[in-house]
């Protein structure tokens, strides 16, 4: 067998970490607290939101941890996510995805923001809110005044509106499913899924 080949400066370093190591196992601390110390240290001021992982069915609950105390000029930043242990369908676990979601969340090429591409162009242009919200209004009130069918072929009352879908994400509670699907149907929308039947 070849010996071990440390270098002065490796030396060093392996002494103090097996000194600090010992030291501490001596005065009653395991290393592996110590360390558990430090990461519970890194989210005592960042402030807990709860959500659900966007990417499938599953729904599993998460809770963010971000920094930014909310005043004017303080951007806030999510540094950490885990699993949320009160959630009744995951109990804090995620799967190698959702635990991954921080790179989802602060990725470059994350859309944040509405864009529209006009008939025929070959940009997106970025739009605000209002813009998107009052287009989205304006293109499903015409469809829907051009296109509703009140009464099928036999006369008989059907109020149904084919020509235009509507997909929901799957990131939603069980009361936002809920309103989503009274608002689709109180329309007469058929065509209508939801991304948690991925
Ligand atoms: S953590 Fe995994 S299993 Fe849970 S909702 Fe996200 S992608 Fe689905």
């Known amino acids: ?23 501490l196992t001596a005065l009653g601390f395991s290393p592996a607290a110590a360390q558990a110390a430090v990461r519970a240290f ?14 499938c069915s599953v729904g599993c609950g998460v809770i963010m941890y971000s920094i930014g105390d909310g005043a004017k000029n303080v951007k806030g ?19 190698p995805k959702g635990a991954a979601l921080i790179d989802f969340i602060n990725s470059k090429t994350r859309l944040q923001v509405p864009q529209y591409r006009a008939p025929g162009a070959k940009e997106w242009t970025r739009i ?12 499903m009130k ?9 009464r099928n072929g036999d006369g008989q009352t059907v109020n149904r509106w084919v020509s ?3 997909l929901a994400a ?17 329309l ?10 991925v």
């Open 1 to 23: 067998m070849g010996a071990v080949r440390v270098s002065r400066r490796g030396l060093f370093k392996l002494t103090g970490a097996s000194v600090g190591a010992s030291t």
């Open 128 to 139: 605000s809110w209002d813009q998107a919200i009052d287009k989205i209004a304006r293109l």
């Open 142 to 150: 015409d469809d829907r005044d051009k296109n509703f069918i009140a």
């Open 170 to 186: 799957s990131a939603t509670s069980n009361e936002t499913a809920w309103a989503t699907y009274k608002v689709v149907r109180s």
């Open 77 to 95: 930043k999510i540094i950490h996510i885990e699993g949320d242990p009160d959630h009744p369908t995951n109990r804090g676990t995620l799967c």
């Open 188 to 197: 007469g929308m058929v065509v209508f899924d939801n991304q948690a039947r």
């Open 42 to 55: 890194k989210l005592e001021r960042t402030s807990e939101t709860r959500n659900t992982c966007p990417y």
């Open 164 to 166: 235009t879908g509507f």
